[in-house]
């Protein structure tokens, strides 16, 4: 991880107190949950009212304990060993690190986490062996017409596979020209020099992060209302998100590239855009190149589920077989969108494996 | 007085964002056509001191002139205009490794460019020959079309010295300029940046290792020890004393050995 801390300043110990106390917090709302759950006959629709499990627990009283708790720990680390909180902000008791985990307080609190966080899922997430084992039967409709791909819907599939693969493509080329010019804005060791430079990274990687964080459903819902349902929203949604992954992608680039030539051509005299055009842009086009097509690929795979939603491709035709159980039909798109995807797959490291 | 003096160094300091003194407080003077040696261990500063010299890092404190100009604190186009005189020689070459050779040659001469053009790596024919001279001068006429990684390293530093001719400096800085060839090959490089100096007329301040290197090349040499100038004197005068003078303890071994 990082380096470690050798000093315990003021603000190291505000950011353990509150991991720590996030933590606990944490761990004390899961005990409290399994308790209620295994011994308070709750076991009928534990999540039907959220309100109502809202109700059960009792969060002021955990918070308060898990701050004494935490703030305890932080005194006496020096004898009960280091809390994760001040592990996790790079400060370790001396020694500790050399220990199994099985020696440190950590390492049994972190092991209790865990479990703790493994059985509440359990219950919150209604796994059920027994409905698993025992309903087969009623999947087998389902698996049949799977392994029965009807042809009917082949000719169909297959042109809007193409469509499908255009639009990953447009996409895609979209997105380069504003990725490509983002990305030295986005790419830290070009940008340290001056005030304003940093500030532009800062908004540059904040507004791309929000970006890239929105799902491209959510963006394909914008555009469908703005364009219409069809390919082109799938286009614009897609070209959205491929922005942000791209400026990412090429950002991270940059920052790896070797400051050498950056350094010979800026001792010629040369002038800001120069040095980028022979300093960077050279070290970084094959590797631009790989990116792209490897996007162009994720492209494809997303546009399925965009056109779920209308964002044309061959998503769209296969949403309604889905919903009318149209199973034989759904198998044969299904399996066309995995030969697709596996030949892009398969085409995209051949390509990127001779570029790099 | 001024008038032959290359580089004037008064009390230049260095440190580094993260604490380090580089340069403590160095003095130094470089007359027109002198090919000065700076000696020192990894560490002592001769980067620095080179990088300070053409504002490749800014220093801390001190005062550099150049050609009897104050470049201290210059920005911008005067900056520019200061580096276009200097130029730099590295000990990785720093080519543009997937340009060719003669790109390579031509972007020496990108202080003069137009913007516009040489963005799109479009030069005039005469640029063009001026690069083709270089290139044969040392040695290179028949490979300007390779690509710049294609060549083996003692090549990509001949192609670096016609980079630094391409830009017709008055002044050269070379960091370490053989350091990462093969013994046999250093001459071959040396002498290049020997003709910089004697045939072109050029100053240069190349900072080496080898203390072979340092007789046979150098009119003048200068050491650095953690950041501070310890010694100064004709590179025919070195007795193992300057040496450990300059190396410590530790030199004995390198020269019996």
Redesign the interface.
């Given at each position: 991880m990082n380096t470690p801390v050798k000093e315990l300043t003021p603000s190291l110990r505000i950011q353990a107190f509150l991991t720590d106390g996030a933590l606990l917090t944490g761990a004390g709302l899961m005990v409290q949950f399994l308790v209620w759950f295994l011994f308070l006959d709750a076991r009928d629709g534990v999540l039907e009212s959220a309100q109502d499990l809202l109700g059960k627990l009792s969060f002021v009283p955990l918070i308060i304990g898990s701050a004494i708790l935490a703030a305890l720990w932080q005194g006496a680390h020096g004898t009960v060993g280091s809390s994760p909180g001040l592990a996790f902000s790079g400060y370790q008791v001396e020694g500790e690190k050399d220990r199994p985990w099985s020696q440190t307080t950590m390492g049994w609190f972190l092991l209790l986490f865990v479990e703790l966080t493994f059985f509440t899922g359990w219950v919150v997430t209604e796994v059920d062996l027994y409905t698993l084992l025992t309903n087969f039967p009623k999947a087998a409709g389902v698996l049949r017409g799977l392994f029965h791909p009807a042809s009917s819907v082949l000719f169909e599939g297959l042109v809007l596979l193409v469509q499908t693969l255009f639009l990953a493509f447009m996409a895609t080329a979209f997105a380069i020209p504003p990725a490509f010019v983002v990305s030295f804005l986005a790419a830290r060791n070009l940008t340290r020099k001056t005030w304003l430079t940093r500030l532009m990274y800062t908004a540059v990687r904040t507004i791309m992060n929000f970006t890239r964080a929105v799902e491209p459903l959510v963006w394909a819902l914008i555009f469908i209302s703005w364009v219409g349902i069809g390919p082109y929203a799938g286009v614009l949604a897609l070209w959205v998100h491929s922005i942000a992954g791209l400026v990412k992608l090429y950002s991270e680039q940059i920052e790896s590239i070797d400051n050498?030539?950056v350094?010979?051509?800026?001792?010629?005299?040369?002038?800001m855009?120069?040095v980028l055009?022979?300093?960077v842009v050279?070290?970084v086009?094959?590797p631009f190149l790989s990116f792209t097509i490897y996007r162009w690929d994720i492209n494809v795979r997303m546009s399925t589920i965009i056109g779920f939603v209308g964002g044309g491709g061959i998503g769209y035709i296969l949403k309604p077989r889905v919903d009318l159980g149209e199973w034989g039909e759904v198998s044969t798109l299904v399996l066309l969108i995995a030969v697709a995807v596996w030949a892009m797959d398969l085409v995209s490291a051949k390509i990127r494996e001779r570029i790099v | 007085m001024s008038e032959t003096c290359a580089i004037r160094i008064t009390g230049l300091e260095k440190v580094f964002p993260n604490g380090v003194r580089a340069l403590n407080g160095v003095d130094l003077e470089v007359k027109e056509g002198e090919f000065l040696a700076v000696l020192g261990l990894s560490g002592s500063g001769k980067s620095t001191l080179l990088r300070c010299i053409?504002r490749?890092l800014d220093p801390t404190a001190g005062h550099i002139e150049i050609f009897g100009r104050d470049i201290t604190r210059v920005e911008g186009a005067e900056l520019?205009?200061?580096?276009?005189?200097?130029?730099?020689i590295?000990q990785?070459?720093?080519?543009?490794?997937?340009?060719s050779v003669l790109v390579n040659v031509l972007?020496?001469?990108?202080?003069?460019?137009g913007?516009f053009r040489?963005?799109f790596l479009s030069y005039t024919a005469e640029e063009r020959e001026r690069a083709q001279t270089a290139l044969s001068r040392v040695g290179l006429g028949e490979r300007g079309a390779s690509r710049a990684d294609a060549l083996s390293g003692g090549q990509q530093q001949r192609v670096?010295i016609a980079?630094a001719l391409m830009?017709e400096p008055k002044l050269i800085l070379a960091d370490e300029p053989v350091a990462s060839l093969d013994p046999a090959l250093r001459h071959s490089v040396m002498r290049h940046i020997e003709a910089l100096n004697k045939e072109s007329g050029m100053t240069v301040v190349c900072s080496l290792h080898d203390i072979d290197l340092v007789t046979r090349y150098a009119t003048r040499c200068v050491a650095l020890r953690d950041g501070r100038l310890v010694h100064e004197g004709d590179p025919a005068d070195f007795t193992i004393e300057t040496l450990r003078h300059i190396y410590g303890a530790e030199a004995e071994f390198g020269f019996h050995g």
């Open positions: 050498g030539a350094e010979a051509i800026t001792a010629t005299g040369a002038g855009l120069q055009r022979y300093g050279p070290q086009i094959p | 053409n490749l520019r205009a200061l580096r276009r005189q200097i130029g730099m590295f990785q070459f720093n080519l543009v490794k997937r340009h972007s020496g001469s990108l202080g003069r460019a913007l040489s963005l670096a980079r830009q």
